[in-house]
């Protein structure tokens, strides 16, 4: 199983990233199917879907490009 980072939105989203291969995966330099949580990251603010569709329910706490 390939290692991701798990990135925990407030919205309770979450999104992946990928941080190293497993040993099979790693002769062929691509992600196996399975995915293993390596490290989950909370962050502070809603994801950018949730910002766009969303802005009464999660506000703003960085200054966005209007």
């Not at 199983?1 to 979450?14: D, E």
């Not at 790693?26 to 603010?45: E, F, H």
């Amino acid at each position: 199983m390939c290692q991701y980072y798990a990135h925990a939105f407030t919205c309770k989203h979450l999104s992946f990233t990928f941080a190293r291969f497993c040993q099979p995966a790693s002769l062929i330099q691509k992600p196996c199917a399975k995915r293993q949580v390596w490290q989950t990251i909370g962050l502070d603010d809603a994801c950018e879907e949730c910002l766009t569709w969303f802005p009464d329910q999660y506000p703003c706490r960085r200054p966005r490009y209007q």
